[in-house]
């Protein structure tokens, strides 16, 4: 087994690669993922095209003295256009289970996202399968205010959980975590709707989508009104296409 020192190492070793202003870590796998969010304690920022093009010097400064990873298959062509040959693609909505699967038993965890409906679903979903889980508190995504986004960072503060998850789409989850992060060092992750298609209250794309990487133009086909957000994987692909990345 490597030592601490060692693997603290193998995760400085890795440089971020800049996209377009957004740094990206190129892990090769999910493990090395998984490994470099428990050592270092930072929030881990699902990086697509759209997250890049719609990027502020707000959201690119959180993601950038975070851990970006390549979580649509945008990120990952632009990596390989930049010399990082065998990065996969990391599906946020995947990652999130991935690290329950490896620290059920042994770190606490704060859930917070959607309605509240979706979100004892879920919680009540993870303790079926993962009974000596420490869901140490959860709570609906809506957040009327100033007062209640305050009071659910207090509670992270004071319950001191080892993972948070949050599901409330980019850049709010970003922005919380932040605040978040600030006052207590976790693993942070945000989730989008992940908590969604988890309870199955959401269909995530069918196999073939997924595996000819077409799981954003099926999510247009069952939502039309989703093609706004169509538009800056359009432009990214146009940046792709002329290496101008």
């Not at 060692?6 to 998984?34: A, H, M, R, W």
């Not at 690290?99 to 679903?121: A, M, T």
Request: aromatic share 8%; proline share 4%.
């Amino acid at each position: 087994m490597e030592s601490n020192n060692s693997l603290q190492n193998s995760f400085e070793d890795i440089t971020p690669v800049e996209v377009c202003g957004v740094n990206i870590y190129p892990f090769k796998s999910v493990d090395d993922l998984i490994d470099a969010a428990d050592r270092r304690k930072r929030i881990l920022v699902a990086i697509n095209a759209e997250k890049i093009v719609n990027s502020t010097p707000t959201t690119r400064g959180i993601i950038n003295s975070n851990i970006g990873y390549s979580d649509g298959v945008g990120a990952v062509k632009a990596l390989k256009q930049k010399g990082c040959g065998d990065v996969p693609k990391i599906p946020g909505c995947e990652l999130w289970l991935n690290i329950i699967n490896r620290f059920h038993d042994s770190h606490s965890f704060y859930l917070l996202g959607s309605k509240q409906e979706v979100i004892e679903q879920t919680v009540n979903k993870l303790r079926t399968e993962f009974p000596d889980l420490n869901i140490v508190g959860y709570r609906n995504g809506y957040l009327k205010d100033d007062a209640d986004r305050q009071a659910v960072i207090d509670e992270v503060v004071s319950l001191r959980p080892d993972v948070v998850f949050v599901a409330m789409g980019s850049p709010r989850q970003e922005l919380l975590m932040s605040d978040m992060q600030a006052r207590h060092q976790a693993i942070y992750q945000g989730l989008g709707g992940s908590f969604d298609v988890y309870s199955g209250n959401v269909e995530r794309a069918p196999q073939w989508w997924l595996d000819h990487n077409l799981e954003f133009l099926h999510r247009f086909v069952k939502n039309p009104k989703r093609f706004k957000r169509l538009i800056p994987i359009g432009k990214f692909a146009l940046r792709l296409l002329f290496h101008r990345i």
